[in-house]
């Protein structure tokens, strides 16, 4: 008679083999075989001398790819979500203001982990699709004097690449810091941190890294941490706060790193190997190529009649870009059918640019013309056999 009463479950007797598709959402993006063999490496202690200097290697790869030389340089162990939490929570106090720019999902976000602190928080909103003048920025700091501004770099939710110049300095001149997220353009869109004055940036590991999701890069200033490390309160975070997360990332100086938690230590090594391509190619280059793949699609695009939801050209993001839902169609027809038939992902919007748009996601190495061609391909093929519905 066996003392358990929750037998083992039949469905772990099948092996399970991950379906090959083409990852063209906004992410998670295709891991090529390298990146995918650095994460099968043998486990190691997340303490060992080997695994410092691969944190120390990461650290030096997010200094480059958010062209820092900030040494308040990690990633976090966690998603994007994980990062813009570590951002906000430690450099926000409970009762102080927030300012976010909602022009997509990410500012709302952003406003509603802000709140959760209680922070006092205020937005200013754009169309899904827009962006803000430094007029518009400048007037709302002086207004509600946040502590913090938060803006999307690269806004996968309407597909907007959002001008950072000049911003910094506004923010600096009401006393406020700069968060930036830039989840879905680093590396595939000019980004300054330094020269551009940004306090803090974090990004993630599944876009144009093409590392497997669950580790963020993030950075924080000189100036950021002034904020960070004088609070008078804690952050309400354990795992996600600075002070201990600077000494395990070896960056408070101190010569004894103290257990915080287990790094993902195979997340770790894919997230290296990825940063070491991104070195290998080159960030200027990987830039160029995404714009120049992004203006192929976006011609092809056009040339079959689609229409793009972002009308300023300069204000497309490279990287995910938004199409204008094909009136008359169901976009959920179009998305399945790609999947089904071109095993293709491809999806429809996020937020306010849900139903409006369909969202094609080019990354890291899957931004080449052939993925392109493949894309338009499919979506040729779609709308071919998809029912004009009567939606
Ligand atoms: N910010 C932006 C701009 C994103 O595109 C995403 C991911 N879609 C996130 C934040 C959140 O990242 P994650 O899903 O890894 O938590």
Not at 2 to 10: D, I, L, Y
Not at 27 to 45: D, K, Q
Not at 299 to 310: A, C, H, R, S
Not at 313 to 341: F, Q
């Amino acid at each position: 008679m066996s003392s358990v009463s929750v037998p083992p479950p039949k469905c772990l007797q099948k092996t399970f083999v991950a379906p090959r598709r083409h990852m063209f959402g906004p992410g998670p993006s295709n891991v090529p075989p390298r990146i995918l063999a650095a994460g099968a490496e043998p486990i190691i202690g997340h303490m060992h001398p080997e695994m410092l200097e691969i944190m120390s290697d990461i650290k030096s790869g997010i200094q480059y790819a958010f062209q820092t030389q900030n040494n308040m340089t990690i990633a976090v162990s966690g998603t994007g979500h994980t990062a813009m939490e570590c951002a906000i929570f430690n450099a926000v106090e409970p009762g102080e203001g927030v300012l976010t720019a909602v022009n997509g999902i990410w500012g709302e976000r952003a406003a509603e982990m802000a709140e959760r602190i209680g922070a006092k928080v205020n937005s200013i909103v754009t169309t899904a699709g827009g962006v803000f003048t430094s007029e518009e920025i400048d007037q709302a700091l002086a207004k509600h004097k946040p502590v913090l501004f938060f803006l999307t770099h690269g806004e996968s939710s309407t597909g907007v690449v959002h001008p950072l110049d000049g911003i910094g300095d506004i923010c600096h001149k009401h006393n406020c810091l700069f968060l930036v997220d830039c989840v879905a353009s680093m590396g595939g869109a000019p980004l300054y941190m330094d020269k551009q004055g940004i306090d803090i940036l974090y990004s993630g590991s599944q876009k144009v890294l093409n590392a497997p999701p669950g580790t963020a890069p993030i950075s924080f200033s000189e100036r950021a941490c002034q904020k960070v490390f004088n609070r008078k309160t804690k952050p309400v975070s354990f795992f996600l706060d600075m002070t201990w997360l600077a000494n395990y990332w070896g960056c408070d100086g101190k010569p004894a790193r103290i257990y915080h938690h287990t790094a993902p230590v195979s997340a770790f090594y894919s997230l290296r190997e990825s940063l070491a391509i991104l070195a290998e190619q080159g960030l200027e280059n990987s830039w160029q190529r995404h714009r120049e793949v992004a203006e192929y699609f976006h011609e092809g695009l056009e040339n079959m009649g689609l229409k793009l939801f972002v009308k300023n050209k300069n204000a497309r993001l490279p990287t995910v870009t938004t199409i204008v839902a094909p009136p008359g169609y169901d976009w959920k027809e179009i998305t399945s059918y790609i999947m089904k038939n071109h095993n293709l992902e491809i999806s429809g919007g996020l937020g306010p640019s849900v139903g409006q748009v369909l969202r094609v996601g080019l990354m890291g190495g899957n931004s080449s013309k052939a993925s392109v061609d493949m894309v338009l391909e499919a979506l040729r093929d779609a709308l071919r056999y998809c029912h004009k519905s009567k939606v």
